[in-house]
């Protein structure tokens, strides 16, 4: 038993053959599904998925690099869309300054708008940042005195000061694919020493293929490689980081458990 903790199923790559994808993942063991949204225009597409299959889930949320073309975006709309049974989680939402496609001024604001939207509905907030560990950890430690919320840092790749910050406050941490390539030998250190009890697996897919399909299109049902080079890290058996990783989604997205 595995769930992926975030993908793409509308993203190109994926979308083409999705009944295909979730067969292939399916057969690998992967029995759960998160269909993230990155904007508006998709929430439509990622919950329609979520109410068509019964393994997979939905967010609804805006990606920092799109947070320009959303900058008007109210609460009430994240509040509206994650009423439907299939909605389980708030973003991807968060900062992102390697690419820096929105101002960052806008991107915090989304953020922020988003922490509230968690906090109020108690769905689980799912954080992108990337080159940005300063103010993410900042907003959230100043959103988190106003008020806790459940939260996911997704494709961990910070550093452990950052990982323990998060945990300190409560977070999760997710792991995808880059925790397997040769390069991330620093990450792979946190992966090993990360509490078990907070501990998550994705893909991200269609993007961040593990070891060995680097180069390829990731699917969801590269879940169960990055899980067994996890299990290998910390010195597990592979299903029991699958069963952990699991429990700790489901405790975690307490509306997909329900």
């Given at each position: 038993?595995?769930?992926?903790?975030?993908?793409?199923?509308?993203?190109?790559?994926?979308?083409?053959?999705?009944?295909?994808?979730?067969?292939?993942?399916?057969?690998?063991?992967?029995?759960?599904?998160?269909?993230?949204?990155?904007?508006?225009?998709?929430?439509?597409?990622?919950?329609?998925?979520?109410?068509?299959?019964?393994?997979?889930?939905?967010?609804?949320?805006?990606?920092?690099?799109?947070?320009?073309?959303?900058?008007?975006?109210?609460?009430?709309?994240?509040?509206e869309a994650s009423a439907h049974s299939s909605v389980i989680g708030i973003?991807?939402?968060?900062?992102?300054?390697?690419?820096?496609?929105?101002?960052?001024?806008?991107?915090?604001?989304?953020?922020?708008?988003?922490?509230?939207?968690?906090?109020?509905?108690?769905?689980?907030?799912?954080?992108?940042?990337?080159?940005?560990?300063?103010?993410?950890?900042?907003?959230?430690?100043?959103e988190m005195e106003k008020g806790a919320f459940p939260a996911l840092i997704?494709?961990?790749?910070?550093?452990?000061?950052?990982?323990?910050?998060?945990?300190?406050?409560?977070?999760?941490?997710?792991?995808?694919?880059?925790?397997?390539?040769?390069?991330?030998?620093?990450?792979?250190?946190?992966a090993a020493e990360l509490p078990e009890d907070r501990l998550l697996v994705?893909?991200?897919?269609?993007?961040?293929?593990?070891?060995?399909?680097?180069?390829?299109?990731?699917?969801?049902?590269?879940?169960?490689?990055?899980?067994?080079?996890?299990?290998?890290?910390?010195?597990?058996?592979?299903?029991?980081?699958?069963?952990?990783?699991?429990?700790?989604?489901?405790?975690?997205?307490?509306?997909?458990?329900?």
């Amino acid at each position: 038993m595995l769930v992926d903790s975030h993908c793409h199923l509308e993203y190109k790559g994926l979308v083409e053959d999705q009944q295909g994808v979730l067969s292939r993942a399916r057969q690998a063991g992967v029995t759960g599904f998160l269909n993230i949204s990155t904007r508006r225009s998709e929430w439509d597409q990622v919950v329609g998925t979520a109410a068509r299959e019964e393994d997979v889930w939905a967010s609804v949320g805006i990606h920092p690099h799109e947070a320009d073309a959303h900058a008007d975006l109210g609460a009430s709309a994240l509040v509206e869309a994650s009423a439907h049974s299939s909605v389980i989680g708030i973003g991807e939402t968060g900062l992102d300054y390697y690419y820096e496609h929105s101002d960052r001024e806008t991107q915090q604001a989304l953020f922020r708008t988003h922490i509230g939207v968690s906090r109020d509905t108690g769905l689980p907030l799912i954080v992108h940042t990337r080159d940005a560990e300063d103010d993410t950890a900042r907003i959230i430690t100043e959103e988190m005195e106003k008020g806790a919320f459940p939260a996911l840092i997704h494709c961990f790749t910070a550093s452990a000061g950052f990982a323990r910050q998060m945990l300190d406050l409560g977070l999760s941490i997710s792991l995808s694919g880059i925790v397997t390539f040769k390069n991330a030998k620093d990450l792979q250190a946190i992966a090993a020493e990360l509490p078990e009890d907070r501990l998550l697996v994705e893909t991200d897919s269609p993007f961040l293929a593990p070891v060995p399909h680097r180069g390829k299109t990731c699917e969801p049902a590269y879940t169960a490689d990055t899980a067994r080079f996890v299990a290998e890290l910390r010195g597990i058996d592979p299903g029991r980081l699958a069963t952990v990783t699991s429990e700790n989604f489901f405790r975690l997205f307490k509306k997909a458990a329900a």
